[in-house]
Nanobody
C-alpha cells in the first residue's frame, strides 16, 4: 500500500511559478509510476503529467507541455511538479497518484491517490 501527501499549493499570479511535492510512504515507492492530475472548478479530474518508476520516461498533457516538469527523487520517496508560466486556466485541485506498470494518462489506471492541494492562479 502507498500513502500519498501533496504539498506546495497556493495562490499565485498569472505568469508565476509553483512547485508541488508529493511525499509517499512505503518502501516500494521506486517500483511505482507516478502521475499528477488536476480537477478544475466544475470539471472532471484530468491528466497533467506522469513519470516512470526510474524517472527515465515522462508524459505530459498538451495543455502543460513546455510549462510543467515532473520529476522524482526515489531516495526521498517524493515526486515533484514544477509549474512555470502559470495561467488562470491552471487553477485546480492537484492530485498525485501511483500505479504499478507503465505510465499512462487516464484516471482509472492509478491505484493510489493523495488528498490534493489547491492551486489558484489569479489574472
Amino acid at each position: 500500500q502507498v500513502q500519498l501527501v501533496e504539498s506546495g499549493g497556493g495562490l499565485v499570479q498569472a505568469g508565476g511559478s509553483l512547485r508541488l511535492s508529493c511525499a509517499a510512504s512505503g518502501r516500494t515507492f521506486s517500483s511505482y509510476a507516478m502521475g499528477w492530475f488536476r480537477r478544475p472548478p466544475g470539471k472532471e479530474r484530468e491528466f497533467v503529467a506522469a513519470i516512470s518508476w526510474s524517472g527515465g520516461s515522462t508524459y505530459y498533457a498538451d495543455s502543460v507541455k513546455g510549462r510543467f516538469t515532473i520529476s522524482r527523487d526515489n531516495a526521498k520517496n517524493t515526486v515533484y511538479l514544477q509549474m512555470n508560466s502559470l495561467k488562470p486556466d491552471d487553477t485546480a485541485v492537484y492530485y498525485c497518484a501511483a500505479r504499478r506498470g507503465a505510465i499512462v494518462g487516464y484516471v482509472g489506471a492509478y491505484e493510489y491517490w493523495g488528498q490534493g492541494t489547491q492551486v489558484t492562479v489569479s489574472s
